[in-house]
């Protein structure tokens, strides 16, 4: 309430300071003004490119459902704010709803400029691992694996891609110490998909009958397959 009035000050003084329109349109942001917050952070971007009104500007977009605008506002960014690491991170979240193709190139500039980034590796493996590119999947998830070697997500996709890749003996080994660390419904799923790839289908079944009402409805397919 008293950053309000300061800031309207502010912006009669100073109408054309990047900072000061950034500042508005983080205020209309944090009260969840979407339209308001936008076209402030528009006109300071428009200032002064830089990574944090790009960001703020990007979210603000998808709250605002226009992620696409997001994209574009990011895509187009001079490079000193699109090779930023978190510009690329956040690309990369929204390129895998929409272009994994994209995703993955900038899954791996962002490896290639911090070759320990465990979130670029981990959800790299993944996509690979959905395009059926097992062995790629895998060494990418074992990187990630070597870095954070208690991370479920981690352990998950690894162990996803050794499955997939009928390497059930390990997939078993990495999808149960997942398990033991999440009670995640994708986990649970996985580590029953295991358990039934190495025979053990009275013990998938325990674990499909731990699933809950919504877990269920989410993942009929192990019911199938276990």
Not at 6 to 20: F, G, I, Q, S, Y
Not at 118 to 127: C, K, P, T
Request: proline share 3%; charged share 25%.
């Amino acid at each position: 309430n008293k950053v309000a009035p300061l800031l309207e000050k502010l912006e009669d003084k100073l109408p054309d300071n990047a900072l000061v329109t950034q500042l508005a349109g983080h205020l209309a942001y944090n009260k969840k003004q979407y339209p308001e917050a936008i076209s402030y952070l528009e006109k300071s971007f428009a200032k002064e490119s830089n990574v944090r009104t790009a960001l703020l500007l990007a979210s603000a977009y998808r709250k605002d459902n226009a992620e696409a605008k997001a994209i574009t506002l990011l895509e187009q960014a001079p490079e000193k704010v699109n090779q930023n690491a978190a510009v690329q991170g956040l690309l990369s979240e929204m390129y895998t709803r929409t272009d994994s193709a994209k995703a993955m190139d900038s899954y791996l500039k962002q490896i290639k400029a911090s070759p320990k980034n465990v979130v670029a590796l981990n959800n790299l493996a993944w996509l690979l691992t959905e395009q059926k590119k097992y062995d790629e999947a895998i060494s990418y998830a074992r990187k990630a694996h070597e870095l954070m070697p208690d991370n479920p997500q981690i352990l998950d996709t690894l162990g996803v891609a050794l499955l997939k890749n009928i390497k059930q003996s390990e997939a078993l080994e990495i999808l149960k110490k997942a398990y033991s660390l999440s009670k995640e419904a994708s986990i649970k799923v996985h580590y029953a998909q295991a358990l039934a790839a190495n025979g053990q289908k009275s013990e998938a079944r325990q674990v499909v009958d731990g699933l809950t009402a919504q877990e269920r409805s989410e993942e009929r397919r192990v019911g199938k397959e276990c």
